[in-house]
């Protein structure tokens, strides 16, 4: 059962990281298509964000496994505290840093730009919400386990 955990800790820590890769190697195509689709700040603001917070959600399933690989602690709850708190002034810099520039600046506004970097920061907003706040995807027997008040293996619990 432990090597079972241990795979699937490793392989969410890889995934995030794939993720983090295939969303960059998106960008990059779709700036690459040439002028129809205009990709500027407010897309890199929102992609540099959203890898951010993939990177720690990767850290934090790759801790996961170093621990239970090796039995000891390399970082500490108030590590992940504080990137908490980080998240949360950038999760506010986003629109502030947009409302400014759209004020104060002369820019080249795009709607795919636009659209683009607002939906890559609200689904970060998600990938926050999922791992500092609460956890959305659950299987169902846990939810199931949850809802009923159910007692969590000490196994499980040690990992959530």
């Known amino acids: 059962m432990r090597h079972k955990l241990k795979r699937k800790l490793l392989s969410l820590a ?31 603001m929102g992609l540099g964000w959203l890898t951010v917070i993939l990177i720690q959600g990767s850290a934090y399933w790759l801790y996961k496994y170093l ?15 504080a ?4 998240n949360f002034v950038f999760m506010i810099s986003f629109p502030v840093i947009t409302l400014f520039i759209v004020i104060f600046s002369n820019f080249q506004f795009s709607w795919s730009d636009f ?12 990938e926050y919400i999922h791992y500092f706040k609460k956890k ?21 619990q040690r990992e959530q």
Not at 15 to 24: H, T
């Open 83 to 86: 990137l908490a708190l980080s």
């Open 67 to 81: 621990r239970i690989r090796n039995g000891r602690y390399y970082l500490t709850n108030r590590f992940f505290r």
């Open 14 to 44: 890889l995934g995030e990281l794939v993720a983090v890769v295939s969303f960059c190697f998106c960008i990059h195509v779709l700036k690459s298509t040439g002028e129809s689709f205009y990709i500027g700040w407010q897309t890199f």
């Open 136 to 156: 959305v995807v659950m299987p169902p027997h846990e939810r199931i386990r949850r809802k009923n008040n159910i007692p969590v293996p000490a196994r499980i």
């Open 115 to 126: 659209v683009l970097g607002w939906f890559l920061y609200l689904f970060s907003i998600g």
